[in-house]
């Protein structure tokens, strides 16, 4: 059995714990006052068919846009939206209700609604890791929650059962969300809380709609012996980046737990691997388990070691990949190894992640180095020439552990040696990944130090030494503050990889099976007897949270709570942060049942209940005895003062949405509603998208786009709502969908510092020292001296800057702290790429362990703070093209301002015989901020073509030839009256004080003689490339701007200007001749086209008549030669008159033609 908690307490232990208990419980008297409610949040998904449902809850799979929302949005006449766009909705809502102890969640909801109960939630998406292929960004939104009524069948007039709902919005590249759930301020109090809403891409859905896993199937049965006498096992995956978690160590069996909420529930599944095991004879491996032994969760795919071999999966997530790259099955890589160990790299670089497998066998001393980009998976054999151990000159090695450090791209090695007296010792190896070259750092003694009483020891040699050998097991390396911890049955941290320190508080008698590193400050500890330990770093003293005093306490108050966190059996499955705070799985055995809970490991409490039930005193005072406690703590009050604005340091980018207001008496939305919710979100965030393009807006908003043609109207939209005649009966307020550009500080430091270049980061901290008596002398000191510390892990990049202000009439200290960067420790980048990480720790003296402020969510630790700082280019800043001046200066310049004949007004021409001025703007996606750009630049045509479609890349050395002013072939498209260039000279240097660019379009060029394609002049689009790469010193920022010019009224060359001139002439002086030689000849033509018209005149009348006669020749014989009745007779004698005047007529029009 491998316990979680301590036999269960029996009667007599309470008992003797129950006076500490009641002083324990003295400083929580108020909040009792109070009778406030222990009140939670519940948060579930929701597609479109189950909203309204009760108990219905979904998975986070569908990825892609509905366009079932745009039909909604099509019955909304006369309101504020586009009726040509096309409004897509996300595929999930988020379902809100809450539930209070002791009372029913149906009716609690109601009350909260009748009370102006409206649940505000935000949603934290994380940046993606592949920043090449996405923007890296720092986004937010706010929404409000709309009230919805359930669809169940109720007996009350108004409602029953409703819940709330908010659309669940998805980002491109972004597969983890953080959904953080609070108040608005009415009805009940409400804690905040916290709930990971992640993307799974390990199931698919099915024709019937059912969901399956497609990286094995769902065992729906936890076996005692799954988890009963198992040992623990450290979870393992990239920090902030993998959507799921997934854990090894399942005895006997080929599964694993996997959850994609951080384990507030889970799945057991059964891999879909082959489970076979390649045995040979350079394979030191005689034995064959199904067990899962290493696991490890990246972004987008999985990585498992079943005995020495090593299977992948990636997941299909199509928000990352823009396609379809699930692998649809288990992919075994290096086949053909031995593979005794995964190791994990907690952190992604460069747009990737990293895995790296240590072998055993016949390539004993190497490293395989795995890259995840994309969810592609490669391994690279580590080091590329020669092993490790032919790298450091010994005969036999094998590498323990790896760490790779990504910000000096190396890694670092912990190499187990053999030397031929059998001598067994370890160094630390260096391996650069760059240059190829091993170098030993550190040589780890054989045995451990002999700390004669002290907390902690500097190993430096001369020291003596214990019996206990040392027997190194790992490595943890925190690339915040570069601490490294070698880890076995002892404890040895260094800031520099190559000095170490002893911390002689873990005892020499236990082994460390694994560390747990919150990247915070805060590290736990795991024994191979499943002790849990705690280190603050910045310290050197270790504290045992279990099994322990505090330990015993915590559960005895748990028992009497009726908790059903704790069982009498239990047994730890792993240890693990989220957001900065411990928390265990556990398997708990309670009345023959046994289930999977994952808790809170309380570590400020286990340290308060420690520390008092260690230092007390028992004093009679009369006829009764008193309980004094001895508090450490140099302060009774810390406070976090003046500080400024955050978004500036944190490049958190939020958006604010409510619900379209409804005209409905209840306030109770419908499915049309939430559907326009939906679509006016999923529109926003498409706004938001397509800001970053190169022409910059006459209003630095995303939003102003969306409501610059429809703010006019926006008095009417609001008195067709107050008179309850808005279509569809939904009203949409302009103002509730905005960016919130001013943002408060919440009396805490931010989570994270982006520091640009020389840019810093000031604030105060007030501490009230805990004796009250000042002593007056000449400085007018406090009695008892309250310091302040501020340890920079790399003071060569930053530097802080503290001064104190003593405040004698209250007792206390107001600390002036200024962090500001040294403007030398970085290059320049582009915006939120390649950042270097540090931090700063702010450290009250005497206050590890000792100092702790009480909140209405229990105690939290003070006096030691860590900040993670980040120092370059900071996410949401870039170079626009401000067209808005560049069109007015130059108009002023140039006296004149000729546009295209086919105006874009996306895209404004510019004339080629006007001198060219442009400017840019730098613009803060953060904080709104947009300023002309002062700083120089480079300017480069990259691209061109006569029309948008012909636009072509040029080659490097044509980019050359087209800019630079050393160019002898004639082919310079452009110049400049600046004399400034780079260093080289190859390219000028530009600024906003510039003279101007004169189009050239030089005879080599690609510009030069471009035919026109109508009667109006020639036109030619420019690919330009603007950066301030090398040439501006005054930012971190390597500003990357390409966008298009349209340019028009080029020339034509000299020799086709030419022949147009001449082919023109000669067309005009032939037309000329022409039309004397028609006026010339015009009489005769008319003459003889008279003659000719009487002859055929005479043609045409002559065959008339001969027609004529042969027609009444032919009648006269048929009506003669007839004989027939009476009837017929009358008809002959009419055609015979009728032939008579006909032969009359004739013989008229005879006699009389020769008079003519």
């Known amino acids: 059995m491998s316990p979680a908690g301590p036999a269960w307490p029996r009667l007599r232990v309470l008992q003797t714990l129950w006076a500490l208990l009641v002083v324990l419980l003295a400083p929580w008297r108020l909040w009792a006052i109070k009778n406030t409610q222990e009140c939670t949040w519940q948060v579930v998904l929701n597609n479109f068919e189950t909203v309204g449902k009760k108990d219905a809850s979904d998975r986070f799979v569908d990825q892609e846009p509905l366009y079932t929302v745009d039909k909604v949005f099509s019955q909304l006449v006369d309101a504020p939206v586009d009726p040509d766009e096309t409004y897509l909705g996300f595929p999930y809502y988020l379902k809100i209700n809450y539930s209070c102890k002791g009372e029913s969640s149906e009716a609690l909801v109601r009350k909260g609604h009748l009370t102006g109960l409206k649940p ?52 491109n590249g972004s597969v983890v969300m953080r959904v953080d759930v609070s108040s608005n301020g009415l009805g009940p109090f409400i804690p905040n809380k916290r709930f990971q809403v992640n993307i799974n891409g390990f199931l698919e859905r099915q024709r019937d709609n059912t969901l399956q896993f497609t990286v094995g199937n769902e065992l729906f ?5 799954y988890f009963v006498n198992v040992p623990s096992r450290p979870l393992w995956y990239t920090v902030d980046q993998a959507p799921v978690f997934i854990l090894g160590g399942i005895p006997e069996e080929k599964a694993i737990l996997l959850t994609d909420t951080n384990f507030k529930d889970f799945f057991l599944v059964e891999l879909s691997i082959d489970s076979c095991w390649v045995g040979s004879f350079y394979c030191p491996q005689t034995s ?8 490890i969760a990246t972004e987008s795919t999985l990585f498992i070691r079943q005995n020495q071999l090593i299977y992948y999966f990636t997941g299909t997530y199509t928000t990352l990949h823009e396609s379809n790259r699930g692998s649809g099955r288990w992919v075994r890589v290096l086949a053909n190894e031995c593979i005794k160990k995964l190791c994990p790299v907690h952190f992604h670089s460069n747009g990737s992640e990293y895995v790296m497998a240590l072998t055993t066998g016949k390539h004993e001393g190497y490293v395989h180095f795995g890259t995840i980009t994309d969810g592609r998976v490669s391994f690279e054999l580590l080091p590329r020439q020669r092993s490790v151990c032919s790298g450091i000159l010994v005969v036999n090695c094998s590498i323990t552990w790896a760490v790779f450090i990504a910000g000096d791209y190396n890694l670092l090695l912990l190499v187990e040696i053999e030397d031929p007296s059998t001598r067994k010792y370890f160094q630390v190896v260096s391996y650069d990944l760059v240059s190829d070259y091993l170098v030993v750092l550190y040589t780890i003694p054989e045995f451990i130090p002999d700390a004669r009483g002290l907390e902690f020891l500097m190993v430096l040699g001369t020291e003596s030494y214990t019996n206990f050998p040392m027997v190194p097991k790992g490595m943890s390396y925190n690339p915040y503050n570069n601490l490294l911890f070698i880890w076995g049955n002892f404890l040895l941290q260094s800031y520099n990889s190559e000095n170490f320190i002893y911390l002689a508080d873990f005892p020499k008698e236990l082994s460390i099976k694994y560390l747990v590193n919150s990247f915070y400050g805060d590290t736990a500890i795991v024994t191979e007897t499943e002790e849990i330990w705690y280190l603050l770093e910045g310290s050197y003293q270790v504290y045992k949270l279990f099994p322990s005093k505090g330990w015993q306490v915590h559960v005895s108050l748990q028992v009497m709570q009726q908790s059903s966190l704790y069982a009498p059996n239990e047994t730890m499955v792993t240890l693990f942060y989220e957001d900065h705070r411990l928390y265990q799985l556990v398997y708990l055995i309670d009345n023959q049942q046994g289930r999977l809970v994952k808790r809170l490991v309380p570590v400020e409490q286990l340290l308060m209940y420690q520390q008092i039930s260690n230092d007390y005193l028992l004093e009679r005072q009369g006829s009764h005895l008193t309980l004094s406690f001895t508090n450490f703590c140099p302060f009774t009050v810390m406070r976090l003062r003046d500080l400024p604005n955050p978004q500036i340091y944190t490049r958190q980018e939020r958006y604010r949405a409510q619900p379209p207001c409804v005209l409905e008496p209840g306030g109770f939305h419908s499915n049309n509603s939430l559907a326009v919710y939906q679509g006016l979100v999923y529109y926003l965030l498409w706004l938001h998208s397509k800001y970053d393009k190169p022409y910059a807006d006459p209003v630095h908003d995303p939003t102003w786009r969306w409501w610059k043609n429809k703010k006019q109207d926006q008095d009417y939209y609001f008195y067709l709502a107050s008179n309850w005649r808005s279509a569809g009966s939904v009203h949409v307020d302009m103002a509730s969908y905005e960016k919130i550009y001013d943002l408060k500080a919440e009396n805490e430091l931010p989570e994270r510092i982006f520091l640009d270049k020389g840019t810093s980061y000031r604030f105060s901290v007030f501490l009230t020292a805990r004796e009250p008596e000042p002593v007056h002398g000449p400085s007018f000191q406090l009695q008892s001296k309250v310091g302040l510390a501020v340890v920079l892990a790399d003071p060569e990049c930053i530097e802080a800057v503290v001064k104190e202000k003593v405040v004698v009439n209250r007792n206390s200290v107001l600390f002036w702290v200024t962090l500001s960067d040294k403007r030398f420790c970085f290059d320049q980048g582009i915006s939120g790429h390649h950042l270097i990480k540090t931090s700063m720790l702010l450290k009250v003296v005497g206050s590890s362990g000792h100092c702790f402020q009480n909140t209405n969510q229990g105690p939290r630790m003070q006096g030691n703070l860590m900040v993670p700082v980040l120092i370059g280019c900071p996410p949401g800043k870039r170079l626009a093209f401000d067209i808005t001046y560049t069109l007015e200066y130059n108009r002023l310049q140039n006296k004149h301002y000729f546009d295209c004949v086919h105006v874009d007004p996306e895209m404004p021409c510019f004339l080629f015989r006007d001198i060219f001025y442009p400017f840019f703007l730098i613009q803060d996606l953060v904080t709104g901020d947009s300023g002309s750009f002062q700083g120089s630049y480079v300017l480069k045509v990259v691209g061109g073509g006569p029309t948008l479609d012909t636009i072509k890349e040029y080659s490097e ?60 002049a020639s036109e030619f689009f420019f690919k330009v490339l603007v950066s301030n790469r090398g040439v501006d010193k005054s930012t971190y920022c390597d500003y990357q701007l390409t966008f298009q010019l349209h340019i028009h009224g080029l020339p034509l060359s000299a020799r086709r200007a030419f022949l147009i001139l001449m082919v023109s002439a000669s067309l005009f002086v032939g037309l000329v001749i022409l039309y004397v030689i028609s006026c010339l000849l015009s009489p005769y033509v008319v003459k003889v086209c008279n003659v000719l018209c009487w002859k055929i005149n005479n043609i045409i009348a002559w065959e008339s008549y001969i027609y004529s006669i042969a027609s009444d020749t032919g009648a006269f014989s048929n009506t003669s030669g007839i004989k027939s009745g009476e009837s017929s007779g009358g008809i002959s004698r009419v055609v015979s008159k009728v032939a008579g005047e006909n032969r009359t007529d004739t013989k008229e029009t005879l006699r009389k033609k020769p008079i003519s």
């Open 288 to 295: 064959f388990t199904a067990t899962i032994y290493d696991a």
């Open 120 to 171: 505000v939630v935000l949603v934290t998406f994380q940046s993606p890791v592949n920043f090449h292929r996405w923007k890296i960004e720092q986004l937010q939104i706010q929404m409000e929650a709309a009230p919805f009524r359930s669809r169940e069948r109720c007996n009350a007039e108004e409602v029953c059962l409703m819940s709330w709902y908010t659309p669940m919005p998805i980002k």
């Open 221 to 225: 049965n936890l076996i005692p012996r």
């Open 957 to 1016: 050395e044509d980019i050359y030839r087209f800019n630079s002013p050393l160019d002898k072939t004639g082919s310079l498209i452009w110049t400049t009256r600046n004399t400034t260039t780079t260093e080289d000279s190859a390219f000028n240097i530009l600024s906003h004080n510039s003279l101007g660019i004169e189009w050239l379009c030089m005879e080599n060029s690609p510009c030069h003689d471009t035919i026109p394609h109508s009667i109006f």
